[in-house]
């Protein structure tokens, strides 16, 4: 049963950056996505990046693309979230999940019910 604990949220102005790691309890498979979702009350969980394990290929909703990195330290089972420029409506609480098994294309990658294990979220507060 594989256990994600995310950290490196916080409340930050308008512009600035904020750094998410997420890390796993165990060894992720080469052939899984691993992404982060965010979720604001009211609303569904939806995709911002995700990163394929086994070639570190990686994918951004648009609302985040040219502001968002997703990265992975496989020797660490950590992946990060590098989040620029950073705007009001990018508030909300933040998720990781993992889909063993799964590639980062097609419609699973993106499907919050498509994911089996998830962190407990970090909230990301930007005024």
């Known amino acids: 049963h594989v256990q994600l604990v995310e950290s490196g949220g916080g409340s930050v102005q308008a512009g600035e950056s904020l750094r998410l790691s997420c890390t796993a309890s165990e060894y992720i498979a080469s052939d899984s996505c691993l992404s982060w979702f965010r979720q604001v009350p009211g609303k569904r969980r939806e995709g911002v990046a995700r990163i394929y394990v086994g070639d570190g290929s990686t994918y951004y909703d648009n609302s985040v693309k040219g502001r968002f990195t997703i990265s992975q330290d496989s020797a660490k089972n950590t992946i990060y979230l590098q989040m620029a420029n950073l705007k009001p409506e990018d508030t909300a609480m933040y998720y990781c999940?993992?889909?063993?098994?799964?590639?980062?294309?097609?419609?699973?990658?993106?499907?919050?019910?498509?994911?089996?294990?998830w962190g407990q979220g970090t909230q990301v507060t930007v005024s």
């Open positions: 999940g993992a889909n063993l098994g799964a590639p980062c294309v097609g419609g699973s990658a993106t499907l919050s019910e498509d994911y089996q294990y």
